[in-house]
């Protein structure tokens, strides 16, 4: 089993739609988790950090369920320049360390 | 502004070169930081966890020979691709955090290609 696990994608929603990407992760000591975005070619962005009460940035909410060991994002109101890969991302195995999922491809469309 | 600097951006070279690349942090001190590689299409792969002061730990299947890091400072670290072959083409990233369960900022990047 992947340490991190993330829809495998790609999705194409069309401009405005609301989109939802989810992850689970296998290291239950794990304490610190985010969403990263990556444009075609170009390093990781960090798009947020994720708290366990859940928290909201613009069009963009992360969701973190321990017990599940479950994390989301939710895009609402997509835009064109919301196409990119999402990481998600997850300390561990060390606390220093972080652990990415493979990535899920969004494509925004006109 | 970017935190983590990365250089250089693009090389090209000869089967058979040793390539450096250097990622600093700008504005913060960096006990650790990590090095990845990342082929097309795949996520990134943590390489390495460089430590100022002391021997870098090595991700299993990744050759400390091959891929020299050297972490002599606070704010820079180096990895050197040794005698480099097509097969080590890819894109190479650092990334450093300011600590306390921070997020990692990422250098730009190095996109090494091997003719």
């Known amino acids: 089993r992947k340490e991190v696990e993330q829809d495998p994608g790609p999705f194409n929603v069309p401009e405005g739609a609301t989109v939802a990407f989810n992850c689970t992760y296998s290291?239950?000591?794990?304490?610190?988790f985010f969403w990263y975005r990556q444009d075609c070619r170009k390093e990781p962005k960090l798009l947020m950090s994720v708290y366990s009460s859940g928290n909201e940035d613009g069009r963009f909410t992360a969701q973190l369920n321990r017990a599940s060991q479950y994390i989301s994002l939710l895009i609402r109101d997509s835009k064109l320049s919301d196409s990119a890969t999402y990481l998600c991302v997850v300390n561990g195995p060390s606390a220093r360390q972080l652990t990415f999922g493979s990535g899920t491809q969004l494509t925004v469309l006109p | 502004g970017a935190v983590v600097s990365q250089h250089p951006s693009r090389v090209i070279c000869k089967s058979g070169t040793s390539v450096k690349i250097e990622c600093r942090s700008l504005?913060?001190?960096?006990?650790?930081m990590f090095w990845y590689r990342q082929f097309p299409k795949q996520s990134l792969m943590l390489m390495a966890t460089?430590?100022?002061?002391?021997?870098?730990?090595?991700e299993q299947g990744v050759e400390k020979d091959k891929f020299l890091i050297n972490h002599a400072s606070l704010t820079l670290s180096t990895l050197t691709v040794t005698s480099a072959h097509p097969e080590d083409s890819s894109f190479y990233i650092c990334s450093a955090s300011k600590g306390g369960g921070q997020p990692q900022h990422f250098g730009d990047g190095t996109r090494l290609s091997i003719l």
């Open positions: 460089s430590n100022e002061g002391s021997k870098a730990t090595y």
């Open positions: 504005d913060f001190q960096a006990t650790t």
């Open positions: 290291n239950s000591a794990s304490q610190s």
